[in-house]
């Protein structure tokens, strides 16, 4: 991300505080579940713009290690403009409405994942597409590692 970003901090949502709102929460039934409610700034590296985004996230601990997460807030864009990017988890439900101009509207996509990460299963003709595309073949089980796929942060 930091190839990708300069300047990167977080903050409230209603900005009365420096840095994010954590609340950890212990259930009487033994659930564990941490909230965080911030909003993420940074300066694109490539094109100098701002952006930011609030968003709430929620995870469930089972002893030191998280098992669950939810994004728990709903975010509706009225429109963005050409060049705009905007960042979500994989499995946010996300769409654009029609395109109405006779310019064909073009998305890029970038995904994040731990380094040494392994492939996960394939039993769907898009997970085989991905792993074949992106992974230069790689089958499941193996390190998810390919030339394609920069490390863009290490601790």
């Given amino acids: 991300m930091y190839e990708l970003f300069d300047n990167i901090s977080f ?11 954590v609340e950890t929460n212990y259930y009487d039934n033994g659930m564990v579940w941490t909230q965080i409610w911030s909003v993420f700034y940074a300066k694109g590296n490539y094109t100098g713009a701002s ?9 469930k601990w089972d ?3 998280i098992i669950e997460e939810k994004k728990l807030e709903v ?5 963005i403009d050409a060049g705009d ?7 946010t439900i996300h769409g654009a409405g029609l395109n109405k101009s006779d310019k064909i509207r073009e998305a890029m996509v970038v995904t994040y994942y731990a ?8 039993d769907t003709k898009d997970r085989k597409g ?3 595309l992106f992974l230069g073949g790689k089958k499941a089980g193996e390190i998810a590692d390919h030339p394609m796929n920069k490390i863009v942060y290490q601790r």
Avoid: M, N, Q
Wanted: net charge negative; charged share 30%.
């Fill in 11 to 21: 903050d409230t949502p209603d900005g009365d505080a420096i840095g994010s709102e």
């Fill in 130 to 132: 991905d792993a074949e």
């Fill in 51 to 59: 952006v930011s985004f609030p968003f709430h996230i929620a995870y």
């Fill in 63 to 65: 002893d030191d290690k």
């Fill in 115 to 122: 380094d040494g990460s392994r492939v996960g299963k394939l």
């Fill in 85 to 91: 990017c905007t960042f979500h988890f994989g499995w």
């Fill in 75 to 79: 975010v509706e864009l009225d429109s």
